[in-house]
């Protein structure tokens, strides 16, 4: 890799580098990570171009097989611009010129194993997404990635507060955490569960906090680096995807 400054910084092409040259338990952590990342988001641009669900989730499948052997970014480097770009054009070309001589093997028949994806909510949504005029698979393909990590995020921090035995206080937060503050509205939330305004006001910024220190470490996860940098300019992408 090149010392001097590229548009992708090296440290995130480190998961490539696990999956071409580390060993088998690193190829397949690294191939885990980008799934739990980028499997959604790959399976709504099959279904923008018209795929049917089981074809899509066939694609994806086949996909991730071939990144776990490794040939995929063979030749790859950090000059190619970001990994979630490289990836979307990888997979774009994947499907017009492997996917259908691979549909020739039943589908799971003698594949190696890459995790699978519940895709019933992403249905739900895309259902809508899919016929909005205008919306370019690049579109939603940032969108879809936006909203997986929010939701992992999401789903880490409700965790959190279950482990304290506060899944109520999860609960009442949960709907305006990501709205804008309404003073009317947050304080009749307050009223309904016996709180001061103020002290409803100060538990909500608390979660604020501790929701986006989620996000920036499922981020930090995915680009396999804790560069401070690195992982502001990437918040600042997930929030530019919902423009």
Known sequence: ??????????????????????????????????????????????????????????????????????????????????????????????????????????????AEHVPLHDIGGTEDRLSKDLHAPGLSAETLYAREWARAVIDRSLESLRQSYAAKGQEDRFALLHGPLMQDDDAGRLDALAASAGMAASALRTALHRMRMQFRDRIERELAATLDTNDPAIIQQEVGELFRAFD
């Open 1 to 110: 890799m090149p010392t001097s400054p590229t548009p992708f910084p090296n440290t995130r092409w480190t998961l490539l580098q696990k999956l071409r040259g580390g060993s088998d338990a690193d190829a397949r952590m690294a191939l885990e990570t980008l799934c739990r990342a980028y499997w959604t988001p790959l399976y709504a641009v099959a279904r923008h171009g018209r795929m049917t669900e089981h074809d899509a989730q066939d694609a994806v499948q086949g996909f991730f097989v071939t990144l776990l052997r490794r040939d995929t970014f063979a030749r790859a480097d950090a000059t190619q611009g970001k990994l979630r770009s490289l990836l979307l054009k990888s997979f774009n070309n994947y499907c017009v010129n492997e996917w259908r001589k691979d549909q020739r093997q039943k589908r799971g028949e003698g």
